[in-house]
Every structure is written in structure tokens, then in C-alpha cells.
């Protein structure tokens, strides 16, 4: 990757550029002094670099020097090298040849004798000469340097005197501060460069890689080159690691790069060649601890003493390195202990994680932090330690799966292959297959557990319902009913038989088959999948009461668990939250809803993620903001997408086209029904269900309802074999459609169905619908004075029950009525009662159809007719320079991504690494966001690519 030299970019820096700048210009009544510090690599040498050329400007003499560590021992060095071509030079080699002959007292004693003299001399031939001293790495200058130094700010030469020093934080000596502090010096602490400076160092890198570089280098400009160099290959979990204060990170062989693949560049190996050799070696051991380290570890890893080891520490503070935080010690910056660790070798390294490994397990460390250890010794470990591994690797499953599944990767790399079929290699692998199913990897799970299926491996059994659980998630329901009905012997494998069924409309069977689980294992896991799944099941049977007392159960048993239980109960959070939906409890359910995401993306439970985003964006639909329904609805189908999730994917498009039906009208409908159409059919019948009633009901509110028995096709109302979970809404819906053909009978009909549906769930909000679909039958019928009273009840009760959006469509059907009447205020009334709900949710294509004029409204205009749907954009398939120039292996990545391939699939079948494929698709983004057609999304490209017209090059 290419990034700006700092001779080509000073970024970052201009605000504290022309702080310094404004020290040339001082007047000659006393010194002009600026001091600079900040952690090696932050960039003083530069800054002082452009000050210099900003003097140069001036006319006036420049004098730069820099100290070095081994320039300390020879006496006034810097000045020396500072004042080099200037009439003080002479005078200078005389004071050094002076005191490099002093028997005794050293440089103090020489001062005490001859300061104040050399002080005068000095002044007396800079006098006039108006010069700019630069001074860098102040904290290894000579001793003599300083003190004549510390004389001339405090007592400076007649004329205009500007000096400016570098130096790292706190290498200022402390007489030599008080000093700078009474001459009123500019102090200048460099902070680590911001978002915008890295993105000047880094014109061509993509968003996601700069955002990992500049968490890796903490902005420090030496850091960020040398991780820019790093191979592209290298994955983003190991910068991530180096943000987080871990330097073995860029040390850790992975499947994605080789043990040998980073080798540290001369300048970072020049910054460590200032550190004593003891110091490297205890950096060195510190990097193998990790972060957050212990000083008697980091002996026990070097094999040196606790005091030698707290003197390195002394040191390493000092340069910046680590930092002491009570009592234990962290990374200030882990990039030079990084390559520290990575220049060891991997012979070296693996037994300092041994030795680290033993010095833990004799203090009784608790298994995780040893296993952190014990994980990098692996290849070289016996069988009792793999054993161990994998228990340790058991017991972080459901806090930290990902870690677990870096343990169990290092436990089958050390097993042989023909290992004991029923030994720990076996355990090993189906562990590993159910962190890989939490982390959201299930292609990878799938690939680890499908091979202990075979008829002859013993271990068939205790793969099954993993394998069902990954098959489920992926959207292959034929293939979870043939694994368990065969197979399946466990409690939790009936319970996933009957979410199936209960999805498929088999309620009855559905609620044996979660009797049987519940007498085979009453555990706590098992009874709230139980009543989570028993309160799914009564509202499709409209036992509303049974289904509120269910889920009540359910609550108070996720309630009461530990925090290990809870991350388990994350597996039965959608069922509750689609019941809360259901049962119109929208705020409990919401914040239920968060704080699930919270705890799930907090311990990398990633699996469950794109059902509780579609939760959440069922939510907001109902209360809005609606920009935030629309962002929910795209989080969950990019995350299923992700995942390979299919089980989500049309449910969470089906919620999309509704947000951008009632938000961005015709222009964002169509493409948002073309990319439902895109997707796989939902896999049970309840989602196709909840699929095709936002098919019907984006239609109808577009002006272009389907036809009666098309739309009765679609929403299945006279089908037996399964109850509409929400069947006042369906039938109100009908009554819409029958409303517009003129069916009066029908409609009635509806009404009635609705009705009775509504006495029997009992549900607020279900009667709010059946008052609405009654004041479409009235208006009908021609008795506008109660359609009118029904449409706003309708409102209100609606309203009540958090259904904002709904509430706003029964005022519009109000406001319809009123212009049949020609009453206009009723009409003006309900229009604005309209436009308070719309607004309130951000439904700005619905506000904008309710500001439809008095005089359009009695000319004909109907509401119905204002929005209509293009479902071809203007832009598509048009060549021109809205479309962007793609390179083949551009457009080969980008359509596989957008076909639904994970990131890690489309890399492969382009015979590249991740890592690459994710910078072809920056570029992409780039190109459009260039194009003025941002794609932020993987559903962005996936729209992208349709407008486009792009097919396979």
C-alpha cells in the first residue's frame, strides 16, 4: 500500500506549525522558546523539519543539531553541531576541549568553575546575530549542552534569540523545564494524528483497512508506515489485536499467512536499537505475557530476576513502551514489542508461552488465562495439556466463542488425524463447530461437523444437532427434519422440531413434540425454549390469554438466570420478541430486544443477530423513527447475508419494502420489491406469509392493488392448515382490496372474519383494525357519518397502541371519507391529524401523500394514486457516467458478494484472499460514491448491481 511520505505530507500538524511559526516572528524584548514532546515516531523531527524551512524564509541563521545516545559523552555536542557554521563554532570547540580534560567533578564540577564565563562568551558572539536554534531528542543531549543551554533562555543574547527543543514526554530535565516555564516557552504535546490527518497518509487505502491501520499504529505516523507495509494477506483480526494493546497479534501464525510473513523494517528496528539489550529482552518476554502483564510473569518468560525485570520496566516506561497500571503493566504502544516477539523465532517463542504456560499453572491461575498461554505451545503440547486446552477451550464457549474456537483450532492442529475416533480430537471438533455456529460461521461449522455424520462414525449422534441447528440458520429445513426425525434423541433436538413445525403451521404437533422435550429434560434451557415456543403456538391458535401467560413464564425464567444462562437464553430471545410483537407489547419487547443485541455483539453470539435486527425493525415499524426500521431491516438482511442465513433473509427484505414504502415512496419501493424478489423463498410457511402480506399491503398502498384473488392467493386467509398470527390485519387488508373493486359483499365479509378475530385475541390494536376495516365497509355502503366515527376510533385506538404509522393511514381513510362528503374541515382535520403521525415517525412518502390539496382531493385526486411505483430506476442499464467503470476482477467480486456469497466464498472463487476481495469491494464503493450513488451496504451493491445491469464478465 502506498502512503505519503512525510517529506510529501505534513498531516496533522498545521494548527501546531503555526504556533511555532509565530516564535519566528517575535519581537527581540525577550527569547522566543518552543518546546515539542510526544512518544517516539509521533512526528517532532518532522514538524521541526518544516519549521526549518519556514525559518530559512526568514533570512535569519538556522542552527539545527540532533543528540544522539552515544553523543552524551562528548560535552557540548549539540550545541556544537547546532552552532557549527557560525562564528560561535570556534568558541565552542574550546570550552569541549576544555572540559573533556577535567580531572574531577565532571560536567557539574566544570560548570560550577567555568559557567558563567562560557555563558557570557557565548552570548556576547550570538549577540545581533538573530538566530533560530532547532534542537531535537533533547533527552539524550551532553549534560555541558544543557546547562549552557538552561543559561541562554534564561539570560539570551542581545537581539532576537528563537529556540526550539524536541523531546520525548517527560525527557526534559526537570531544572531545565522550570527554565523553559519562566521564559513562557510554547509547549506542545504531539497527539496522535486524527481520522482526517491518517486518510492524507493514506490516499489509497480502503476505509475499513485505515480505520485498522490507525487503531494498530494509535496514530503515531512511524507506526502507521511501518504497519502499512505489512502484506495484504494479513487479516484484520491481527491489527484489530494490535488495537487493543496485544502485540502478538502481527507474531500469531494463522491459516491466512504464514508463521514467517512480517519481518519489522529498518526504521522500526533503528527505534529499538535505542533500548538497552536488556531492555529488548524483558520487551521481548512482556509481548509473550500479553497485555495487561505482570512483572513476575515477564521474569518467570525471560528467566530473569523480578528486580532486573522492574529496572527494564523503569526504562521501557521512560521510552514510552509500556505503561504501569496498578501494579500490572500495559502496552502505551505494542508495535515494538510486536516485532520484538516476531524477531524471536518461533522455536523461542513457543517455549517462552511453556514457560509463561508453567509459571501460571504453578499460581493457580484460572484455566482461560493459562489456556491464553498454553494455546501458542500447542504443537509441542502432550496429550494431558490438549486435554486441558480443550475444557478450558469448553468453558469460555458461551463468553467468548471466538477465543474458544482459537483454542480448539490449536487442539485439532496438535492431534494427529487418525487420532482416537471417541477421544479428545472428537470432542474437540464438535466444540469447535458450535463456537463456529455462535460466532456466525456456519459455512466454516458445517464444514467441521458435517464429516461426523457418516454412518460409521461414532460420534454421529452428538453431531446431529449441531448440524440441524447450522442447517436450520442456513434456510434447509427439508434437511433438519431428516437429520433429527432419523437421529435426533435429545430435548433440544424435539425443540427444534417444533419451532419448525409452529413455523410450518403444525401447531398441534408442534406443541407435543415441546412436551416430550420438557419430560425428557426440565432444565431451565429447556422450559424457556418450551414456553417461548408455547406462546408462539397459542397466538396461532388465538388462545391470546395462553400466549400471554407463556410468555410471562418465559420472561421470568430469562430473568432469573445467571450470566451464563442468559447467553444461552439468547437462542430463545427472537421466538420472545416475535410473541411480544405479536401480543403488542412494544416497549417491554424493545428493550428486551437491545439489550440481547448489546449482550450479542458484546460476546460475539453473532448467529442470532439477523433475527433479533428483524425483531427490532418489526418494532419500529409499528412506532418508528422509521429511518432507524429501515436501518434495522438492512442490518439484518446484510447480516444474514454475511452469515449465510437464509432462514432471515426474505423476512428481513419483507420488512425493508415496508420501511421504504412508507418512507421513500416510489423511488425507493421498487427497488426494495425487486430485492425481495431476489430472495430465496422463506423456508417455512408462517414467513412466506409475513412475506407476501407486505407484498399485498406496499401494493395497495402504492395505488396498485393486486387483484382480489390474487391478493387472496398471496395472504392464504381460507387456508386451513395454519393460523395468521395476525389475522385482523389480513382480513382488513382483504377488505381493502375488496373495497376498490367495489365488492361490497366481500367486504363485509371480511369485516366479519376480522371481528371475530379480534373478540378472540382481544388485542387493542386488533380492534383498532376491525373499526377501520368497518368504516371501509360504511363508506361503501354510503353511511359516511358513522364510516367517518369508526375511521378516527380506528385512529385513536391505534395511535394507543403504538401503531403510529397505521394510526396515520386510518385519518387518511377519514380524510377520504370527509371528500366524498365535501366536508372540508373534516377534511383539513384529518389531514393534519395525518400529517402530526406521519411526521412524528419520519413516513415522509405517507406525509406527502397527506398533503394532498382540498381542491385536488375534490377534484378527483385520490391518496391511493399519489404514490406509484417504478420498479425500474431511471439510471439503470443507462452507460453513462452515473454507472462506474468496473475492472473484471471488480465485477467479479462484486457480483458474487451481491448474490449473497460470504465475503471469504466470493474470495475464494475469485482465487483471492479475503483481505484482497474486501479492497476490491472499497474500490467499488469508492467508484460509486464517486458516481454520486453511494453503496454503503452489501445491500447497496446488491441494488447497485440490478440498476446496472451488470452480468458475469
Known sequence: MRISRDDDVLAGRDHELRRLAGLLEADDRRPAVGVVEGPPGIGKSRLLAELRRSAAGSGRPVGQARATRGGRSEPYGLLLDALWGTGARGLLEGFADAAGGTASGGADGDWARHGHRRHRRLREALAGASPVLLLDDLQWADRESLLLL??????????????????????????????????????????????????????????????????????????????????????????????????????????????????????????????????????????????????????????????????ALDELAGHGCVTPTGGRYRFAQPLPAAALYRLAGPVWRAGAHRRAADHLDRCGAPPAVWAGQAEHAAPAADRDCLTRLTAAARSVLETDPATGARWLRAVLDALPERADPTGPRAEATVLLGRALTLTGRLDDAAEVLCPLLSDTDPNRTRAVGPVALVERLRGRTDRVYGLLDRDGVRATDELQLARLDLMNGQTRRSLRRIETAVHRDDSDGTRLAAHSLTSLAAIGQGAVPAARRALDAAERLADSLDARGRLRALATLPERGWAGVLLERRQRTADRIERGIALAERHQHHYVLPQLHAVRAALLLMSGPMDAARLAADRALELARELGAAETLAIAAALRLRAAAWQGGAEAVGPARELLLGQPEPPTAVWRAVVRHAVVETAVICGQPPTAAEAARLLSLGDDRWRDPMPAHGHDLMAAVHAAEGNTALVARHVELAGRAARSAGLPAAGAVVSLASARLLRARGEQDRATALARRAADGLAASGFVVRAGMAQLVAADIAADRGDRSGYESATDAARRLFGQVGAHALLARSELPWRAARGGGTRGAAMTVDPVPPHAHDGGPNRPRLSPKELQVLLDYASGLTLKSAARRAGITPNTAKDYLDRVKAKYRRAGRPAYTKIDLATRVREDGFAAP
Do not use: H, M
Request: glycine letters at 12%; proline letters at 12%.
Open 150 to 311: 538552561d543559561r541562554l533562555v534564561a539570560s539570551p543574547p542581545a537581539g532576537r534569540f528563537t529556540v526550539v527543543l524536541a523531546c520525548r514526554s517527560g525527557g526534559c530535565p526537570p531544572w531545565l523545564t522550570r527554565t523553559l516555564v519562566d521564559a513562557d516557552a510554547e509547549w506542545l504535546e504531539l497527539a496522535p494524528l486524527g481520522p482526517g490527518a491518517l486518510a492524507r497518509l493514506l490516499p489509497d487505502a480502503a476505509p475499513e483497512r485505515r480505520r485498522l491501520l490507525a487503531g494498530a499504529s494509535g496514530g503515531n505516523p512511524r507506526y502507521l508506515r511501518a504497519l502499512a507495509e505489512l502484506p495484504a494477506e494479513l487479516s484484520a483480526e491481527l491489527l484489530s489485536g494490535l488495537a487493543a494493546g496485544d502485540p502478538r497479534g502481527v507474531g500469531r501464525p494463522t491459516a491466512e499467512r504464514p508463521p514467517d510473513g512480517w519481518q519489522p523494517g529498518p526504521e522500526l528496528r533503528g527505534e529499538l536499537a535505542t533500548l538497552s539489550e536488556r531492555a529488548r529482552e524483558v520487551l521481548r518476554a512482556a509481548a509473550v505475557a500479553g497485555p495487561g502483564f505482570d512483572p513476575a510473569l515477564v521474569a518467570a518468560v525471560a528467566g530473569l530476576p523480578v528486580e532486573a525485570v522492574d529496572e
